[in-house]
């Protein structure tokens, strides 16, 4: 059986520790040493600054020019991440991060993730792991279910879905899709007429997949929208120029699983394809991207190899999924495991739920405070917000152009995040700098957004006051 230990001449050798790379009884031990470490971090994590305050370079000043020649115990490694990178480290699970979106991670998500891990099966095709793919494919439907969407994106009707990696990912598959329905139409020497649009406030993973796919860059398109439409696009006018549809839901797909928020995704039916990422608001660690499409065929004709090595009687069949050809890596982790743990083991919805009561107290507490204003409708658990105008003009009125302004609310965020209390994000909406609060992570209570807005007020009080 392999060792990890090497032949060396060295007369202090450590050869009492060799033991093969997967010894159970040694992987029970060291595995409840590590689970007791990350019980712990969580336990005590709001001791740490929320938003890490090392600087750039600082790991290498203390980590070792090379890798140890000899094995090292868990312990001294353990030793080493509490010492070492534990302070570079910006704390996503905090109850005090506000800032992106919430990377909520849950012990079932997080107890999945072991058993994909553990397992590591390489699920490429049906018959690599066959519980892997079925167990994708029955979760897929049962998420699609929750969330209302037509059964023209499950198994059960003419689609499906399938976990990748990120949005990133299920965007470059989806666009890849997209282009070859419409070159096999108008050919491939065409591919220069293509063009992708998005509206101006969709993320900028739109634009890096459609690079990626070969779109001129110049066939990139951001359609303006506006706050009172709540920057929605609808889509009719693609629809009848036969384009591709694709709702990128990453952040807030997840809530509509709840009833009061399906609304927001009627119309999907007119979509071709739907993504939302569990790792961000559905307790389910990074990575896992949830993608349907209600034409999987496109997919697989734009994705599929098929190597002799890879040939077997399943696939032959036509009875089978084969993944790989769903994605871009050939190689898939079994991300179905972990989900399927979060499906059964919470109502998530109830989760979701405190998370947007808190962001409403949030959204209400800046609405009374006269120096702030609410700049974006807010409609799940993010805020935005900012020092206003009027605010910024009466403690000093050479001070309020648009720049200062901005000047004034970046500041603000920097003092904010400066404090290692709490950590908030920025946007700039319509030319407008403002500060994002998300609420959301998994260990948040209602006492940490109370001391998030504590916070705000007392940094704008101080930055306020030195305005005069
Ligand atoms: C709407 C939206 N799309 C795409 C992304 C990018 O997601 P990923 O990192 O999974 O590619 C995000 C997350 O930041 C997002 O909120």
Known sequence: ?????????????????????????????????????????YKTIEKYPVLTQVQ?????????????????????????????????????????????????????????????????????????????????????????????????FLFSGNGGGVLQGTTCEAIVCTMAAARDQMLSQIGRENIGKLVVYGSDQTHSTLQKASQIVGIHPKNFRAIETITSTSFALSPEVAKEHGMWVHVDAAYAGSACICPEFQYFIDGVEGADSFSLNAHKWFFTTLDCCCLWVKNPSASVSSLSTNPEFLRNKATDSKQVVDYKDWQIALSR?????????????????????????????????????????????????????????SAISKANPSLSDHDNVNEVNSKLLEAINGSGLVYMGHAVVGGMYVLSCAIGASLTEEKHRAMAWNVVQEHADAILATMD
């Open 1 to 41: 059986m392999a060792s990890l230990v090497f032949e060396h001449p060295q007369e202090n050798s450590t050869a009492h520790m060799t033991t093969s790379p997967l010894d159970p009884e040694e992987f029970r031990r060291q595995g409840h040493m590590v689970i007791d470490f990350i019980a712990d971090y």
């Open 333 to 389: 982790r079994f991300r179905a495991i972990k989900l399927w743990l979060v499906l059964r083991s919470y109502g998530v919805g109830t989760f979701l739920g405190s998370h947007v009561k808190m962001a409403k107290i949030f959204e209400g507490l800046v609405g009374m405070d006269k120096r702030f204003e609410i700049v974006a409708p807010r409609h799940f658990s993010l805020v935005c917000f900012r020092v206003s105008p």
């Open 56 to 152: 750039p370079g600082y790991l290498k000043k203390r980590l070792p020019e090379s890798a140890p020649y000899d094995p090292e115990p868990i312990e001294t490694i353990l030793q080493d991440v509490q010492d070492h990178i534990i302070p570079g480290l910006t704390h996503w699970q905090s109850p005090n991060h506000f800032a992106y979106f919430p990377a909520t991670i849950s012990t079932a998500g997080f107890l999945g993730e072991m058993l994909s891990t553990g397992f590591n099966v390489v699920g490429f095709n049906w018959i690599a792991s066959p519980a892997a793919t079925e167990l994708e494919t029955i979760v897929m439907d049962w998420l699609g279910d929750m969330l209302k969407l037509p059964k023209s």
